[in-house]
């Protein structure tokens, strides 16, 4: 057997889907980007009693969190 016949044998399919989980939640941390996923995950373990938001309102809670707007401003503060 060639290595690429190891790689992609279906003993390791979850083992490589793991790990491109793994690779696309960090590069969307790189860029500010938080993961609903794990985000559920903590809502379900520390606060089983909460409704997590929806994948919409989470990911409008992240961008105002990270760029808030001051009430009238209407431009970029950049």
Same mark, same amino acid.
């Given at each position: !057997? $060639?290595?690429?016949? =190891? =790689?992609? %044998?279906?003993?390791?399919? %979850? +083992?490589?889907? *793991? =790990? ?5 939640? $960090?590069? +969307?941390? !790189? /860029?500010? /980007?938080?993961? #609903? &996923? *794990? #985000?559920? &995950?903590? !809502?379900? *373990?520390?606060?089983? &009693?909460? *409704?997590? !938001?929806? @994948?919409? @309102?989470? #990911?409008?809670?992240? /961008?105002? %969190? +990270? #760029?808030? $707007? %001051? ?8």
């Amino acid at each position: !057997m $060639s290595q690429k016949d =190891l =790689l992609l %044998s279906p003993k390791n399919w %979850s +083992r490589i889907a *793991t =790990l491109f989980k793994r690779l696309q939640q $960090s590069f +969307r941390l !790189m /860029v500010g /980007v938080p993961d #609903y &996923e *794990t #985000y559920l &995950e903590h !809502m379900k *373990t520390h606060h089983p &009693e909460l *409704t997590p !938001m929806d @994948t919409k @309102t989470f #990911y409008r809670h992240c /961008v105002d %969190s +990270r #760029y808030p $707007s %001051s009430g009238n401003m209407k431009k970029c503060p950049c």
